[in-house]
């Protein structure tokens, strides 16, 4: 049976971004079967809710998700439950995406791209893994209260909660572990246990896990020193394991040293490996519609999801040499363009990978 890939372009740019990566998609000439829907403002748009419940359901019965970028200006005023946001993070609860893997390479073609010094970027081969689906970002009671007790009681006070379980902890470890494996054999495990109770757990669970895996070198790290030795030395690092908060936080630090967030991808998977593939930028819809957006990230989100959920590691391969030699060709969207490379618009760098393809 064809594996199903449900195609959520949602806002901004998305729809552009994600139109070129169906193309390279269809460039293959495997017989996938590709099904669209609505998602984030979209979805609010034509559904009433950032992630409808048909929409839900495709992501549910397809074997991966192929997702854009979600949220525009039309949207911000909306109460909390109806932003575009809530459809990624509704996404990741409701199909256990816990595991979510964030890559930084620094291509030698746009080392000169970076906002550091090449000497400190050049080889850069970092994997961020970061956990999706607990931490502050979910864990409850949360809202708005009145302060119970010090010099505000009395006041109206804002709270949210940070916790996790060790189930939690313990699976994520093992995927950092066993990522680690297939790479340089180290971890750093990037926590705030000097000072979060739920990171001093944190760091006694992803230890006790570590005694699994002898041949992996495993380092704890704070994530105040974590964001330093990034900018500083980034280099020193290969995988790095960190709560959820952490590393939206890291992983952004980590995409700006390559020069540009419109080159990397993401990968976010369950315990079986389904996975929803997304580029790690947002909607920018300061660019939509002007043909300006960089699709690579889109590209290369396809291509880990034929890696990881699609059991197809040769198409990847394919994908990822493609984009390769569209650097080396000098074709740059604005981007990533210096002097003496030629820039393109965002269709024609789709061309130019489809071309590659062949
Ligand atoms: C990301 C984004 C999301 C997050 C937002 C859009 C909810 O910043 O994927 O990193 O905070 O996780
Ligand atoms: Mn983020």
């Given at each position: ?25 269809d ?12 998602v ?89 893994i ?19 007790d ?5 006041q ?9 379980a ?21 971890v ?71 020069g ?10 369950d315990a ?25 990230a ?61």
């Open positions: 049976m064809s594996k199903k890939i449900a195609i959520l372009p949602g806002d901004g740019i998305g729809p552009e971004i994600m139109a070129q990566a169906v193309r390279v998609l460039a293959l000439g495997e017989a996938f079967e590709m099904e669209r829907a609505e984030g403002g979209a979805g609010f748009a034509a559904h009433g809710h950032p992630l409808p419940e048909s929409t839900l359901k495709l992501a549910r019965q397809a074997d991966a998700v192929l997702f854009g970028a979600v949220g525009d200006y039309q949207y911000d005023t909306l109460e909390r439950a109806l932003r575009p946001e809530q459809a990624i993070l509704g996404l990741r609860k409701e199909l256990g995406l816990f595991a979510n893997l964030r890559p930084a390479i620094l291509y030698p073609e746009l080392a000169g791209a970076s906002t550091l010094k090449p000497e400190v970027v050049s080889g850069l081969d970092i994997l961020i970061r956990e999706l689906t607990g931490d502050i970002y979910f864990g409850k009671p949360r809202g708005v209260r009145e302060c119970p010090g010099p505000f009681r009395g109206r006070e804002g709270f949210d909660t940070m916790r996790y060790e189930g939690e902890i313990r699976r994520i470890a093992h995927v950092a572990f066993q990522a680690a494996a297939r790479r340089d054999k180290r750093t495990s990037v926590d705030k246990a000097n000072v979060l109770e739920t990171f001093q757990f944190w760091r006694d669970i992803v230890t006790d896990v570590h005694r699994e895996y002898p041949d992996i070198a495993l380092e704890h790290m704070y994530v105040d020193n974590a964001a330093m030795q990034l900018v500083r030395a980034p280099k020193k690092f290969d995988v790095i394991v960190t709560g959820n908060m952490f590393g939206d936080i890291l992983s952004d630090a980590a995409a700006m040293l390559t540009s967030i419109g080159m990397l991808p993401s990968a976010s998977l079986s490996n389904k996975g929803l593939y997304e580029p790690s930028h947002g909607s920018a819809p300061d660019i939509a519609g002007k043909g300006i957006a960089n699709p690579l889109t590209i290369l989100s396809a291509a880990m999801m034929l890696r990881y959920s699609l059991d197809k590691a040769e198409q990847a391969d394919r994908i990822e040499a493609a984009v390769k030699r569209v650097l080396q060709q000098g074709l740059r969207t604005p981007d990533i363009h210096e002097d003496g490379t030629q820039r393109v618009s965002t269709e024609q760098m789709g061309d130019a990978v489809v071309r590659a393809l062949a």
